[in-house]
């Protein structure tokens, strides 16, 4: 089985900028590609970022350079750096992983169990 756990998130402010974290853990060969998504009230869960193995990023367009996503492949851990918060990105924040368990296995997406984000003075 493998586990990816998401401390972090809480209350910011607005404008205010908030790191969260995930790290993966439990049967693992190999950690290929990572990311966040978001869920917002009432919508559908959006891909907000994700990275390679080899660090390649891909940002979702209403990003705008706000958010910064890193990993570190030693921890299997995946980062994200999110600026000038806006109340209406009030959401569920999710990290993803797919990951290989074994030698020449499939490749499978986990999830996280989501961590809230809620941007309000």
């Known amino acids: 089985q493998v586990q990816l756990v998401e401390p972090g998130g809480g209350l910011v402010q607005p404008g205010g900028s908030l790191r969260l974290s995930c790290a993966a853990s439990?049967?693992?060969?190999?950690?290929?590609?990572m990311g966040w998504s978001r869920q917002l009230p009432g919508k559908q869960r959006e891909l907000v970022a994700r990275?390679?193995?080899?660090?390649?990023?891909k940002y979702a367009d209403f990003v705008l350079d706000r958010f910064s996503i890193s990993r570190h492949n030693g921890k299997n851990e995946i980062y994200l750096e999110i600026n000038s918060l806006k109340p209406e990105e009030s959401a569920v924040y999710y990290c993803?992983?797919?990951?290989?368990?074994?030698?020449?296995?499939?490749?499978?997406?986990?999830w996280g169990q989501g961590t809230q984000v809620t941007v309000s003075s």
């Open positions: 993803s992983a797919v990951v290989i368990t074994e030698w020449h296995g499939p490749e499978r997406t986990y």
């Open positions: 439990g049967s693992i060969f190999n950690v290929n590609d």
């Open positions: 990275i390679t193995r080899r660090g390649v990023t």
